[in-house]
């Protein structure tokens, strides 16, 4: 679930065999052109409103389910579900993670993607993940 754009979101779960996402979706005219518009904006509580939907069509029991965010604007998402998570928060989600007794994960060791991925003169230098390629 992410507020990115599905053309972002739906290739990197297909690399990742994430089954379903959801995702802010572009308007397109009948002749397949991008309108400029949102179909859909997976934001606030638009995304909580989808996971209960989502939730609804498949019979997932939402008290169940696991929600992660670090973002204030997801705590609408957060509180659809009845585990909520709050990873390395921002100021205002650790606020309201701390008031509604969410569980707060901070990264202990964190690592800076830059010191992950080599990066060359054009940009990062990236492997293909099924063959291996650069």
Do not use: H
Not at 27 to 49: C, H, M, V
């Amino acid at each position: 679930m992410s507020a990115s754009p599905a053309e972002i979101v739906e290739p990197l779960a297909t690399f990742l065999a994430v089954d379903d996402v959801i995702a802010t979706e572009a308007k397109i005219d009948p002749e397949g052109r991008y309108t400029g518009e949102l179909a859909f904006y997976a934001y606030g509580s638009n995304k909580a409103e989808a996971i209960r939907q989502v939730a609804a069509a498949r019979g997932i029991d939402l008290e169940q389910s696991w929600a992660y965010s670090d973002s204030f604007t997801d705590v609408p998402m957060l509180g659809a579900v009845g585990r909520p998570v709050v990873v390395n928060p921002d100021r205002g989600l650790a606020r309201v993670a701390r008031d509604r007794g969410w569980e707060i994960r901070p990264f202990v060791e964190p690592v800076r993607l830059r010191d992950r991925m080599p990066v060359g003169p054009l940009g990062p230098v990236t492997r293909c993940g099924a063959c291996g390629r650069r």
